[in-house]
């Protein structure tokens, strides 16, 4: 159902700017079967969203994280019996 432009109402969008020209050779419906396999968004926080400007630079410190757990902790120095 096409909403109905108010009169007096203008389109936004520049001349130069042909949706028909720009969508030539769009596919509907392209990611959906992707979609609907489940996706995984993480909202961060400003501040961590600063720390790492890209999807790669969260991917190396979780990876880095993922690593470092695998380090077996070091034993109790009062548990090692000299």
Do not use: C, W
């Amino acid at each position: 159902m096409k909403r109905r432009r108010a009169t007096g109402e203008q389109d936004e969008l520049r001349p130069e700017y042909d949706l028909r020209e720009l969508l030539r050779h769009a596919v509907r419906g392209k990611h959906a079967g992707r979609y609907r396999q489940g996706t995984n968004l993480v909202l961060l926080d400003p501040a961590i969203a600063r720390a790492f400007p890209t999807d790669a630079s969260v991917n190396d410190a979780l990876r880095l994280v993922l690593r470092l757990s695998e380090i077996p902790e070091p034993a109790h120095p009062e548990a090692v019996k000299r």
